[in-house]
């Protein structure tokens, strides 16, 4: 067993990344590559990489000066104590406000109808991304002595304690507002009520791992790991923002220079079959390419005799076909049997894997039938739904069953008794 894990993780430099999209994409999904050097770390086809992210340093800044603490004093957190900086860094997720930590602030909310006066007098404002300082501004917070583009958020007390109420007493609304807001928008809601340091970290969520669908052989990629990842970038309350862990490997990691805590995450189910004879269906599209890529690098390794198909897709063909050189190769060797593309935002209608599926139902269950595995990764709310039932209906049509027979067939049969129908969604 690996020696390292999630609480005693490798520190790895990260030796590549690019963007994988083409110049008009309005995506942007990046390749990373990581040195495993002399950890000993071992992985197959089909694992996933835990990476350990920091919080933005500039984000870390403007809260500690939005709540006037240094970052040196000291709180204790679930892994002992250490400086109110290294806290918000590395041992809580201070990009999004938690539930837990909004209704710890109940007891302290004045319920009385008085209401408190708040007025700006000193403001900071840092870039979203490399921390260099854009504005440092103090005033005396009378008159016309404010900062340039302020919002004077008024008489607070009463409003915010009908903000906690109506937070702590409906879900949806909970829901909306942590969703969207991290501690510095936290903070101007209810900041006035004031913070110790111990009380700025209780209730906030322990900073997690995230992992990813490895995208290399190990035995194809010897001594590296690699990853297909989304870069999730967006805007809320007039501020721009990123992913934890996606903003931290692609605007805070430096090539050949930044550690990187990662670790293993092993699959017992999501494998390729151990006869390399058997055929494969793989459906992938978006970053639900990656352990396909591994899928095909160790299938091409091993010399494996069994056919290869792959469903992927994504908006368009100009901007989204990731890895494209590599399938062109696949195809002109003979690795990739069939390629089946989708484009959605092509051409006057929306084109999805599941489409492409149901048009090529009657090939997919010749190969089903005569064992083919079938194997779906990328997004669990909708394509994971929508290739089940596909398959469902193709099983149903071309297999010669009724509705509920293809049904069985496919979650008893395929999925259960013979485990031959995988999935790695999230």
């Given at each position: ?182 501690y510095i928008d936290a903070i101007a809601d209810f900041g006035h009520i004031g ?14 791992p995230r992992l990813y669908s490895i995208a290399s052989s190990p035995d194809f ?31 805070r990691c430096e090539n050949n220079a930044s550690k990187v805590g990662v670790f ?163």
């Amino acid at each position: 067993m690996s020696v390292w894990s999630a609480k005693n993780p490798y520190h790895s430099a990260m030796i590549q990344n690019f963007v994988l999209n083409g110049k008009k994409s309005r995506k942007e999904t990046r390749h990373i590559v990581f040195e495993l050097g002399g950890s000993g770390l071992e992985y197959k086809a089909g694992d996933a990489l835990g990476v350990i992210p920091r919080c933005p340093p500039s984000l870390v800044e403007e809260l500690l000066f939005a709540t006037n603490f240094s970052g040196d004093e000291e709180v204790e957190t679930h892994l002992g104590t250490c400086s109110l900086r290294e806290a918000l860094t590395d041992r809580f997720e201070i990009h999004r406000v938690s539930k837990k930590w909004i209704e710890g602030l109940g007891n302290r909310l004045s319920k009385d109808s008085g209401t408190v006066g708040m007025r700006i007098v000193r403001r900071q404002r840092f870039s979203s991304t490399d921390g260099i300082l854009l504005m440092d501004w103090q005033g005396s917070g009378t008159d016309d002595d404010f900062p340039e583009g302020f919002v004077e958020i008024g008489a607070t007390g009463d409003s915010a304690a009908s903000l906690w109420d109506n937070l702590t007493s409906d879900p949806s609304a909970m829901e909306d507002y942590i969703w969207s807001r991290d501690y510095i928008d936290a903070i101007a809601d209810f900041g006035h009520i004031g913070f110790s340091p111990q009380q700025l970290v209780d209730g906030m969520d322990r900073l997690k791992p995230r992992l990813y669908s490895i995208a290399s052989s190990p035995d194809f990629e010897q001594g590296t790991v690699h990853l297909t990842v989304a870069i999730v970038r967006y805007n809320h309350h007039d501020r721009d923002r990123t992913g934890l862990c996606t903003g931290f490997m692609a605007d805070r990691c430096e090539n050949n220079a930044s550690k990187v805590g990662v670790f293993m995450s092993p699959t017992r189910s999501f494998v390729l079959p151990n006869d390399g004879s058997t055929d494969i269906i793989m459906i992938g599209p978006g970053t639900g390419i990656a352990p396909f890529r591994a899928f095909l690098q160790q299938r091409d390794i091993d010399g494996a005799t069994g056919r290869n198909w792959l469903f992927f897709g994504d908006w368009t063909e100009e901007g989204e076909y990731l890895y494209r050189d590599e399938m062109d190769d696949w195809k002109e060797r003979g690795v990739l049997t069939k390629h089946d593309l989708a484009w959605s935002r092509a051409g006057p209608e929306k084109v999805y894997v599941q489409h492409l599926m149901k048009h090529q139902g009657e090939e997919i269950w010749k190969w089903i039938e005569k064992g083919a595995y079938f194997y779906v990764c990328g997004d669990k709310q909708y394509m994971a739904k929508d290739v089940h039932s596909t398959l469902i209906g193709i099983c149903s049509e071309y297999g010669g069953m009724g509705s509920d027979e293809a049904k069985d067939f496919v979650e008893n049969g395929m999925m259960k008794a013979e485990k031959r129908y995988l999935r790695d969604v999230y």
